[in-house]
């Protein structure tokens, strides 16, 4: 069975077909799929997703993407939404949070400011109710890492990483699994080929981010949860191990990762 840790299951993309995705999903094996908030907008949305698409999880944060128009209000927002979702078991993480330095206009120095103090009152909330956070890390790997040990959520996961080793070195030391998906099934994506191939196996999770980061063999077309077993099967091809071997190494990561997600598949 496998675990896709991030996926965008609400995103118009799906528009009605979310649950057919889900299912179909399920139908290749995968038998969780964490779905992220991007901003206060969606938070119900998400939660309402999670409950109907049966076997899914959710997190609820403000993405870097959106901190441009969200404003203080929307922090008080979500440490309520925060609070009042603790007592679902489908709530898993608050996410996804963290810095975007790659689009221009989120790297100039008033926005760049803006969603460090967005970062900082998130990890905050995810620290006050010992949660773990879904981090986005794009072109931010330091800066995020910097934050992070300045005020220590109960771990998470550093999503579609692409750093180096002493980043991921980092990360892991605070608690982190590191994300792989789609970026990693492309000959020439060396560095992260490399990462997936000499990390220990136990810091690695997988993921889709669904609608986006599509594999090669899908490139560019939309991505999807159902993909994840096949994304494995090159994980595992990478590092020269068995299919299974890989699939329940990554879904004990994703677990340990996500305290709830694995206490509420127990109960």
């Known amino acids: 069975m496998w675990i896709d840790t991030h ?4 995103a118009h993309e799906f528009a009605a077909e979310s649950l057919e995705v889900a299912a179909r999903a399920r139908g290749q094996g995968v038998s969780m ?3 992220p908030a991007v901003e206060r907008g969606n938070f119900g949305v998400v939660a309402q997703l999670a409950a109907s698409a049966g076997a899914a999880s959710y997190a609820l ?3 870097p993407i959106y901190v441009p128009q969200a404003s203080e209000d929307d922090l008080i927002a979500l440490r309520g939404a925060v609070e009042a979702a603790i ?3 489908r709530f898993v993480a608050v996410g ?5 330095f790659f689009i221009p206009m989120l790297a100039q120095p008033a926005m760049r400011a803006k969603q460090e103090h967005f970062l900082r009152e998130q990890l905050k909330i995810a620290r006050d109710f010992d949660l773990p956070v879904l981090m986005h890390v794009r072109r931010s790997q330091d800066v995020v890492l910097k934050h992070a040990r300045q005020i220590r959520p109960a771990g998470g996961i550093a999503h579609a990483f692409n750093g180096s080793f002493q980043q991921a070195r980092g990360y892991i030391d605070l608690g982190f699994k590191l994300g792989f998906g789609g970026a990693m099934t492309f000959t020439r994506a060396l560095q992260i080929r490399r990462l997936a191939l000499e990390l220990p196996l ?4 997988l993921e889709t981010d669904a609608p986006d980061i599509s594999p090669s063999w899908l490139h560019p077309g939309r991505n999807s ?3 994840l077993p096949r994304i494995g099967q090159v994980l595992a091809e990478l590092r ?11 879904t004990a990561n994703a677990r340990a990762a996500l305290p709830r997600m694995a206490a509420g598949a127990a109960a």
């Open 96 to 100: 996804e949070i963290g810095l975007d």
């Open 61 to 63: 944060g403000i993405h």
């Open 7 to 10: 996926c965008h299951l609400d």
């Open 87 to 89: 007592g679902d078991s």
């Open 240 to 250: 020269g191990l068995d299919v299974a071997e890989v699939a329940a190494a990554t």
């Open 225 to 227: 949860p159902e993909q």
């Open 202 to 205: 136990s810091a690695i999770v």
């Open 33 to 35: 799929i964490v779905i």
